[in-house]
């Protein structure tokens, strides 16, 4: 423990109190006040002084004590709390000012003896907490007249909710939007709230969900936030903790019915909470905390504490606590903020409170209030006092050494986890209660309507209900077709027993004269008049097997951080990062300790369809070691980027350079005649491998078709027996599927597929491949024959055509990239940029950071959850954008050979920019920022082990001392002493293991890592194990059955991500992004529209968040400090101890209290 200073006092001479005690000053003297009539003093110590306080007594003893008396510092609260180690702590180290005594009032006197027989004190600290008589405490201030720490009226005020609120308020202090529903006990049904499906009013305000539900009695700690419907809906209910939980979510979704509340909107942090703990206006320390929204689940180190961490208050957070506790009155005190969208705005405040075992914060609190107590009560007593003085802290950082560089950014581009194969049926209806639905959402303002909520969902299944009773009277054989229509719209809508906002929409739009053509499901109907197109879009959900990957793969991304590698290969099982008090050797936890550190910059942003954003949550919930549902991480830590295109595309609006490509595509792919040279020249300019073999696979296009077609001709009726067999009747497919599902699926595809004219509809090949994918990797089980060759062969047709369709020259795939692309790209060039500005993010307090690689400093992370569109362009730009020379540069070469081999884009698939700072270098020059770039094809075909093109491994620049560096070829070498090789990244995560379902072991390890030697061939083998991606052989799991879930399903692992280069400078990154984004003028307009959406005052909303105007958008626009401190005021000559103030920035006197970052 440090020893704080004793407070100098008058030299060393006699102290007050018996002489045997003299030579300990030391000694902390706090003693238990007792009754008058009492003879004994209790001791609370035998080591303590036997001390009196009385006055008579002092002069009893005059002889030996000197002239001047003690001030009693007397301490009034309930035993709990008086005898709380941080009080214990705090106390002794006051009893060293060599004239103060602490007096602590007995709990029994508090409450059962009166007032005047409470112990005299000089200065009292006394505070409210459950069962304290406050009353009493008032009365006895009134009495005795102390000098009040903590004022006792404003107390009264600290346990309403709204009296806080209203205080804050008239103190200008920045609060969530709020509302207060006041309900009278006697009739709680009178009051002005109306309850919506996605909202609340109170008062008239409206809060869209998510919000949070306060109860007005602050000592009430069942606190609700809502989610919406959009996001899985239900609650979370946040409570005093119990042991390791401080919440728990809930499926109810809608409001307490008794009781007054407050409602306020929900404020996007990212994940932390950040307590405050003042000590006068002058001192605060902060530290911050894990939500106890997120997960509900407490962070304990070893000793079973919570896990928080000191960070540094901006000046205006210092104004803040400032303010916070003077308006209050109280000097000890404790109030709560939320940083987010670059604001700060405080939530809640507790009133006195002390931070619980930091010896630095004992040392500090002890020190103001001996000061405070020594300045406004020595004079009076004429007690010799100077205020103390102490060399200022100086923060250590060691320095950086070797050639190891320091992370800076990762930027990564990730398509969304497996999902259910995306459907949709279009069927035109007339009944008058289809357009009353259309009007009452406004259809007729635009023409069109997306309907998604649940309730609006309900009503077209309630017309279809109707309808098809109307229908099963009259036996038309003209309604025949639309009565299968209206079966499959009931089918799907009743699919899952619940709506979830996520899982289907519906879009109607007005035909003015009905439906133009006839395509193969519409049958021609002759009816004139207007009529409206229904468009039913199910499916493209994430899968179970989705999920996992994506929070496999966030696990497996911790390992490309600082400190993120274990140093032993053991250690790898440990249970759970709480384990080790400091994360120790846990992989990835360095990753975990920057980031509730706050030195992790992080956002995550998805594309407004659910399957990314869900991807995204299951990706975070990997990524930072979070335990339970996706609903509460997806709405705290997932940003909606859907502003104008960032990530979303809107698959309507296709470019022109598009739809000259795909009419290209089709002709092509018409012909009834094997490929001729021409045709290769024409498909496969670039003669990419994997375009020039699915070609050969192919031959005649034609004739493909044909052969598929007739495949999935075998396939529905194979179905349609099994259906028909009662044993089969109720099997269950993957993911709550039925048969007839199946079917339909299926059926449609054949209808679709082979049009009218006999001829074969190209753009359907996407959604063949991608339903028998589906089936044969989920639903194996069911043993339908000959999918196999129907995956062949739709696997080799779209393999041309899905990129083929992002352009087939060089010049079309850039044009149409850009199309794309370009807001992300600008948006990845101001990521890079602003990281070596280091701007006023959230950074750790330096005295904290000892022993952490310049602690100013933070990685900055930026994750990018998108769909397959994003995906091809933002490679198909760095493939052809010229941003290297691959005549020049071998390394380049060898990555767009690895490239051009790779067939397809699956679901995660990764694009990741890492930015590396080597400190040696000088700062202008340009070798001192470097950025690597890294790729990964995503998730493992069926059987894709045989011909999988072989890139060169994870190798990032900043392994250490490069000379040291073993072959990459063999595991052995890797495992030695690299600690900085990201030996887990170069393995894929093999996930073929037991499902999620059956795996709720803690998740916060990757369990799976077996020695086994590459060499040996695992074939036939259910391996728990990441492969050695080292070992070329590339070992083939054969899907062993029974390792199923759900029915029958495997999760395929994930490829390791490959380096494509790794020494190119920040500057040419940066002058190549340029260019790209220069040169497609027409995507311009429209970036510098996203841009500006981005950041302008318009700060980065959370996915859920309601827009709204804010000055600064925090760690996206960087907050220049201006150069003169931004507040300096001299407080007067006694203000604060040196280590007054909570930033490290202190006047040398300790006497000047600066802001400033």
Not at 57 to 69: K, N
Not at 938 to 959: I, M, Q, T, W, Y
Not at 1077 to 1092: G, I, Q, W, Y
Not at 1141 to 1152: A, C, F, I, K, Y
């Amino acid at each position: 423990m440090s020893e704080p200073c004793d407070g100098p006092g008058p030299g060393p001479g006699p102290g007050a109190g018996d002489g045997q005690g003299r030579g300990q000053r030391d000694v902390p003297r706090f003693v238990l006040g007792c009754d008058d009539d009492e003879q004994g003093m209790c001791q609370m110590d035998a080591g303590m002084r036997n001390e009196m306080y009385r006055e008579e007594e002092m002069e009893d003893d005059d002889d030996e004590s000197p002239p001047e008396r003690q001030i009693v510092v007397g301490i009034c609260a309930m035993m709990k709390k008086s005898k709380s180690k941080p009080m214990t702590q705090i106390l002794e180290r006051l009893c060293k000012f060599d004239y103060i005594n602490v007096v602590i009032f007995p709990e029994e006197v508090i409450l059962e003896e009166p007032v005047e027989k409470w112990p005299l004190c000089d200065c009292l600290i006394s505070f409210h907490s459950k069962g304290f008589p406050l009353d009493k405490a008032v009365e006895y201030a009134k009495l005795r007249n102390p000098l009040l720490i903590n004022d006792l009226n404003m107390q009264y005020f600290i346990q309403d909710r709204r009296e806080v609120y209203r205080i804050l308020r008239e103190e200008g202090i920045d609060l969530p939007r709020y509302a207060v529903l006041n309900r009278d006990p006697d009739n709680p049904e009178e009051c002005n709230l109306v309850e919506g499906e996605d909202h609340v009013e109170v008062n008239g305000e409206v809060f869209p969900k998510p919000f949070v539900e306060k109860p007005v009695c602050a000592e009430d700690h069942n606190v609700y936030i809502y989610y919406p419907t959009s996001a899985g809906g239900g609650s979370q209910r946040l409570f005093r903790k119990i042991g390791s939980r401080s919440s728990v979510y809930s499926p109810e979704s809608s409001v307490r019915k008794t009781g007054s509340y407050i409602y306020e909107e929900f404020m996007p942090t990212d994940g932390t909470d950040v307590k405050v703990y003042t000590v006068g206006p002058d001192y605060a320390h902060a530290e911050a905390r894990k939500s106890p929204a997120l997960d509900g689940k407490v962070e304990r180190d070893s000793e079973g504490k919570e896990i928080r961490y000191p960070v540094m208050l901006t000046s205006m957070e210092k104004l803040v606590a400032r303010k916070v506790c003077l308006a209050f009155k109280q000097t000890v005190c404790g109030f709560d903020l939320l940083r987010a969208n670059g604001h700060s705005f405080v939530c809640d405040v507790n009133g006195f409170s002390f931070v619980k075992n930091s010896m630095k914060y004992y040392d500090d609190c002890a020190k103001v209030l001996g000061n405070m107590v020594m300045r406004e009560l020595a004079p009076q007593f004429h007690i010799p006092w100077s205020i103390p003085m102490e060399a200022e802290d100086i923060p250590i950082v060691p320095t950086t050494s070797g050639t190891m560089m320091e992370l800076r950014c990762v930027i990564a581009i990730i398509r969304h986890g497996d999902r259910t194969p995306k459907q949709k049926m279009k069927m035109e209806v007339r009944h008058p209660l289809f357009f009353e639905l259309f009007e009452k959402y406004g259809g007729y303002k635009s023409g069109k309507l997306k309907l998604k909520k649940p309730k609006q969902l309900q009503e077209v299944l309630d017309i279809a209900r109707l309808l098809l009773v109307e229908l099963g009277q009259h036996n038309d054989c003209e309604i025949e077709e639309k009565k299968s229509k209206l079966e499959q719209l009931k089918t799907v809508l009743e699919m899952y027993g619940h709506f979830s906002g996520i899982n289907r929409k519906v879009q109607l739009t007005y035909l003015r004269n009905g439906q133009p053509k006839a395509s193969s499901e519409e049958e021609d109907s002759k009816k004139d008049g207007p009529s409206l197109l229904l468009v039913l879009k199910w499916g493209g959900e994430l899968t179970p097997a989705g999920r996992v990957q994506a929070e496999e793969l966030g696990r497996a991304f911790r390992c490309m951080y600082p400190g993120g590698q274990a140093s032993n290969r053991r250690s790898l099982g440990c249970e759970s990062p709480i384990d080790f008090g400091d994360y120790a050797g846990f992989p990835g936890c360095g990753l975990l300790r920057l980031h509730s550190t706050y030195r992790h910059d992080l956002k995550i942003y998805a594309s407004d369809e659910g399957r990314v954003q869900m991807t995204a949550a299951a990706f975070a919930k990997g990524l930072l070691a979070l335990e339970g549902e996706l609903t509460p991480i997806l709405v705290q830590m997932v940003k909606s980027a859907n502003m104008n295109g960032l990530l979303d595309s809107d698959s309507d609006s296709l470019t022109d350079c598009q739809q000259k490509v795909k009419a290209r595509l089709h002709e092509i792919m018409q012909k009834d005649q094997e490929f001729t040279e021409v045709d290769y020249q024409k498909l496969a300019p670039t003669s990419s491998p994997s375009l020039v073999n699915s070609m050969k696979v192919i031959q005649n296009p034609v004739k493909t078709c044909d052969k598929v077609y007739a495949l999935i001709q075998s396939l529905t009726s194979q179905i349609r027996k099994r259906l028909e067999d009662p044993k089969s009747a109720d099997l269950q497919l993957y993911h709550s599927e039925t048969l007839e599902l199946m079917l339909q699926r299926w059926s449609k595809l054949e209808r679709d597929f082979r049009m009218k004219n006999g001829r074969y509809d190209i753009s359907k090949i996407p959604d063949i491949y991608d339903c028998i994918k589906y089936d044969s990797q989920h639903n194996a089980s069911v043993g339908l024959e000959d999918t196999l060759e129907l995956f062949r062969l739709s696997r080799a047709l779209a393999d041309i055509v899905i990129p083929q369709e992002y352009g087939i020259s060089k010049a079309e795939k850039l044009d149409i990239a850009q199309a794309y692309c370009v807001p992300l790209m600008k948006k990845i060039q101001l990521d890079l940029q602003r990281t070596h500005e280091d701007e006023a993010v959230n950074k750790l307090h330096p005295l904290y950071s000892r022993g952490v690689m310049s602690p100013g400093r933070h990685v900055r992370t930026r994750l990018y959850f998108t769909s397959e569109s994003h995906v091809h362009s933002l490679l198909s730009i760095f493939r052809y954008g010229g941003l290297l020379d691959e005549k020049k540069d071998w390394q380049w070469k060898q990555a767009m050979d690895y490239l051009s081999a790779v067939t397809e884009l699956n679901y995660m698939t990764q694009i990741v920019i890492m930015l590396y700072e080597d400190n040696d270098k000088e700062p202008s020059s340009e070798e001192r920022f470097h950025v690597e770039l890294h790729f990964s094809p995503g998730v493992k075909g069926c059987e894709d082990e045989e011909n999988v093109p072989l890139g060169f491994g994870f190798r990032p620049a900043s392994s250490e001392n490069q000379d040291k560096k073993p072959n990459q070829g063999s595991l052995e070498d890797l495992s030695q002493d690299q600690p900085d090789q990201a030996l887990l990244i170069s393995e894929p995560i093999n996930i073929q293991r037991r499902s999620p379902m059956i795996r709720n072991r803690k998740t916060g390890s990757m369990e799976v890592l077996s020695e086994t030697s590459p060499t040996q061939s695992s074939k036939g083998s259910t391996s728990h194990r990441l492969f050695p991606s080292c070992s070329r052989q590339s070992p083939e799991i054969k899907p062993a059955s029974g390792l199923g879930f759900e029915g029958c399903s495997m999760v395929p692992s994930i490829f390791p991500l490959e380096t494509l280069h790794n020494s190119l400078s920040l500057k040419q990154v940066d002058e190549f992004l340029n260019t790209v984004c220069e040169s497609s003028s027409e995507a311009h307009a429209k970036t510098m529209k996203v841009l500006s959406s981005l950041f302008d005052s318009q700060s980065q909303t959370s996915l859920y968040s309601p827009q709204q105007p804010l000055s600064s958008s925090g760690s996206e626009t960087s907050l220049r400090p201006p150069s003169q401190p931004l507040w300096h005021g001299s407080v007067p000559s006694s203000a604060v101890s040196s280590a007054g103030p909570s930033s490290p920035v202190t006047e040398s006197s300790g006497l000047n209290f600066s802001f400033s970052e």
